[in-house]
């Protein structure tokens, strides 16, 4: 059964997304990778994390889960599957030449799929850690984020010490968010994370990636990269995110630049390009309100406001919302951020500006259209090109090795997303499919989003 799961995956891929396998092996011809560069990745194996240093001269192909619920979703094991099939189909073809595939080809690749990936395309998992514990109101600790105060936290400062498995939520929802299966890892590993939320939820993805990766005939348990706050926690002041923050600060033109990219006015200015944490330990970028201010061109203090807000349903119960429960008002001096210190002045940037630190060269987005936010990809597609153009923040190339070409865009099509086969939804946990063909017979639909589609115009 596993290797007909693979098989058939293969199949539906070559057939319905081949021009993504096209797009990616044409771009590996002019491919200049940076062998000096080494990037940090990670996995968890029996609950412990395994560190690993793989070079910039792969080309790195990234995918992504989330640290806002423990538990694999449908939606998350068909982006680590999708991001398997588009490395092992395009490097299987780079080194064969393009041609039409066969029953030979389609053999070879499913052998690529059964072991670690292997070839100049590396796929890695991105985990951003800045993202409220439960910000899609379907995380079985739910009750107990809450009632510990942690519920507008960033995931990556959570500590498990107070956590538990809510009960009612896990009886409301068996079967359709969550499975019993799922409670059980997700209690065995709070007990032994060292009161690290975000270890914790690492530990019960990957075990449940390796039990998926004998079922689907494929190894699914890429590296991850997390960021970007375990990645600031370790910086210095001269590493490449404290730079980008301190470039994106200068004053007024630089502020101006970045909201251009954001397709923003600088009417109101209360857009945050970093959001400040609290010391209460808030994070949230969806209870945060704030404002910019000037002295002329310099940035003076930018003005912090907390407050409870609800946060974003599930697929269930829409009325089930949880929130982000904060209060707190402060301000930080525009030098701070200027002359920018993580350990002084702990925040979490905006998505689109921290993953320029991250090494991708082609990026898996999930149902963009429909599910997936079509404004952020194009801030992101943005000011990766005002980056590439020099005009952004200065020596990004040279200091740092970023990259000056914008990366390929993938998307899962919206209308071919997997889902629960009696509840229809995207969220559910991967434990409550009974039969995993029933979400095979799917197939597996990619396309290839171009560039110029997702660029602002000034």
Not at 102 to 121: A, T
Not at 182 to 190: P, V
Not at 262 to 272: A, W
Not at 368 to 377: D, H, K, Q, W, Y
Request: net charge negative; charged share 25%.
């Amino acid at each position: 059964m596993p290797s007909d799961l693979s098989k058939i995956l293969v199949n539906d891929f070559l057939k319905n997304s081949w021009p993504c396998v096209e797009t990616i092996v044409r771009e590996l011809t002019t491919f200049k990778g940076d062998e000096s560069r080494k990037i940090d990745l990670f996995r968890f194996e029996k609950g412990r994390k395994i560190d690993s240093t793989i070079d910039k001269g792969h080309f790195f192909l990234r995918a992504s889960v989330e640290y806002s619920n423990p538990q694999m979703t449908v939606e998350e094991v068909q982006g680590v599957i999708a991001s398997r099939l588009l490395e092992a189909c395009a490097n299987h073809f780079h080194s064969y030449g393009l041609h039409e595939a066969d029953s030979k080809d389609v053999d070879e690749v499913c052998e690529r799929l059964h072991d670690p990936p292997k070839g100049i395309i590396t796929p890695f998992l991105l985990n951003t850690d800045d993202i409220e514990p439960d910000r899609y109101s379907m995380n079985p600790l739910k009750e107990s984020i809450l009632n510990s105060g942690q519920s507008a936290f960033p995931s990556a400062t959570v500590k498990t010490e107070k956590l538990e498995i809510d009960r009612n939520f896990a009886k409301k929802y068996e079967g359709s968010l969550v499975c019993s299966g799922d409670i059980e890892q997700i209690a065995l590993h709070l007990e032994t994370c060292h009161n690290s939320y975000a270890d914790m939820v690492d530990a019960v993805k990957y075990e449940q990636l390796e039990n998926l990766s004998e079922s689907f005939g494929m190894d699914l348990c890429i590296y991850s990269n997390q960021m970007p706050l375990a990645i600031l926690e370790k910086e210095t002041t001269s590493g490449l995110l404290h730079h980008i923050i301190n470039g994106t600060h200068v004053g007024y033109q630089s502020i101006e630049r970045v909201y251009k990219c954001m397709g923003r006015s600088m009417k109101n200015l209360t857009t945050l390009l970093t959001i400040p944490h609290s010391e209460k330990g808030y994070g949230s970028k969806r209870a945060v309100r704030g404002r910019i201010h000037f002295e002329g061109s310099k940035l003076k203090n930018v003005k912090v406001d907390y407050r409870t807000v609800p946060l974003y349903p599930n697929a269930i119960d829409p009325n089930d919302v949880s929130v982000a429960k904060a209060e707190d008002s402060f301000i930080i001096e525009g030098a701070k951020l200027a002359e920018y210190d993580f350990k002084k002045t702990p925040s979490s940037p905006q998505f689109f500006l921290y993953s320029l630190a991250s090494p991708e060269d082609a990026v898996l987005w999930h149902g963009i259209g429909a599910f997936g936010a079509a404004e952020l990809l194009k801030s992101y597609t943005t000011t990766r090109l005002a980056c590439a153009r020099d005009s952004l923040i200065n020596n990004l190339r040279e200091i740092y090795g970023v990259a000056a070409k914008i990366p390929l865009q993938f998307n899962l099509v919206p209308k071919h997303m997997w889902f629960h086969p009696v509840h229809r939804n995207i969220d559910a946990s991967i434990g409550c499919i009974e039969n995993l063909k029933d979400l095979v017979d799917l197939g597996m639909k990619m396309e290839h989003l171009p560039t110029d589609q997702y660029i602002r115009q000034d």
